[in-house]
């Protein structure tokens, strides 16, 4: 009898407690909302794609979840400022941000959880291609070599290489010449980047933008090669920013450099053309990464 009486009361406090629970997470999740839609289901390589996170609320200065800085097979172009609407006791925040993918398949956005609630965002669906082929085109075969019989006189050979050699020792002399002239007169690093930027105008038209773009990040790129004698030439986006973790310890100015990087990719490979603010904000973020490096002393 006094286990059977134990049971129910085990019982019955389970039941309080799970109906407290529920009550608890109805309260909390209470007049909140969070939804985020796209803009494209499908893109080719390299398209931009747009996302709106939307966070309806009754109660003042709701939480807005943090969009993460990557995420798998996508990249992260740009981010909106956060749009706060407030109507009565009604808030709506809203932001958008513009993604692109170099990798070809169905990838999947996860969800976002609002912080403070159990909501959670759904997940969207991308598929990201190749442009198609048109109708009518046709695969070809790769053609055999054709040999050539080709006969030349021995002393057109050697005129060639007379020739030749005189170029190779002219060529010499005058490297080692604009060499030296440039090591004498060449600016240090830091002086010479700052001064770069500040004679690299603003793109007015579309047709400068990519090139504004590429000499952003070529200012960037001689500034490492000088001040830390990084091999940046030949360097990826990504490869570069690998390094520039192990000398930029500061998160918020490494993601912004990151983003600058990343938008320029974006208009250099896929045609992405950002909005005029934004030209003169990658500008700045390359300038405030340079500045940084510039008063971070060199690890020994």
């Not at 893109?43 to 747009?50: D, K, N, T, V, W």
């Not at 070809?140 to 021995?154: A, G, Y």
């Not at 192990?246 to 950002?274: H, N, Q, T, Y």
Request: hydrophobic fraction near 45%; charge should be neutral.
């Amino acid at each position: 009898m006094i286990n059977h009486m134990r049971k129910k009361l085990l019982l019955i406090g389970m039941a309080f407690s799970f109906c407290l629970a529920s009550i608890c997470t109805r309260a909390q999740n209470a007049g909140v909302s969070a939804d985020i839609n796209s803009d494209k289901q499908a893109i080719l390589i390299g398209e931009p794609l747009r996302l709106t996170l939307t966070i309806r609320s009754t109660a003042p200065n709701p939480t807005f979840p943090l969009f993460p800085d990557s995420i798998a097979h996508f990249e992260v172009l740009t981010r909106s400022k956060l749009d706060t609407v407030i109507q009565g006791n009604n808030w709506q925040l809203q932001q958008v941000v513009t993604l692109t993918s170099f990798d070809s398949g169905h990838w999947v956005i996860p969800s976002l959880d609002l912080p403070g609630t159990n909501i959670v965002t759904d997940s969207l669906g991308v598929d990201v291609g190749y442009i198609p082929m048109k109708e009518g085109d046709q695969i070809k075969d790769i053609k055999d070599i054709i040999s050539v019989n080709l006969h030349v006189p021995w002393w057109l050979l050697i005129v060639a290489s007379v020739v030749l050699v005189g170029l190779i020792i002219l060529l010499v002399k005058m490297l080692k010449t604009k060499k030296l002239a440039a090591k004498a007169a060449a600016s240090p690093p830091y002086e010479e980047a700052i001064k770069a930027l500040e004679d690299l105008p603003i793109p007015m038209a579309t047709a400068d933008i990519k090139p504004y773009y590429t000499s952003l990040e070529n200012v960037l790129k001689r500034y490492l090669s000088r001040e830390y004698q990084l091999k940046t030439g030949q360097l990826t986006t990504s490869e570069l920013l690998m390094h520039l973790t192990e000398v930029i310890k500061d998160a918020d100015a490494f993601s912004a450099l990151a983003e600058a990087l990343r938008l320029g990719d974006a208009v250099k490979f896929a045609k992405f053309f950002p909005d005029s603010n934004w030209h003169t904000q990658s500008k700045d973020r390359v300038r405030k990464a340079i500045d940084y490096l510039h008063q971070t002393p060199k690890a020994s």
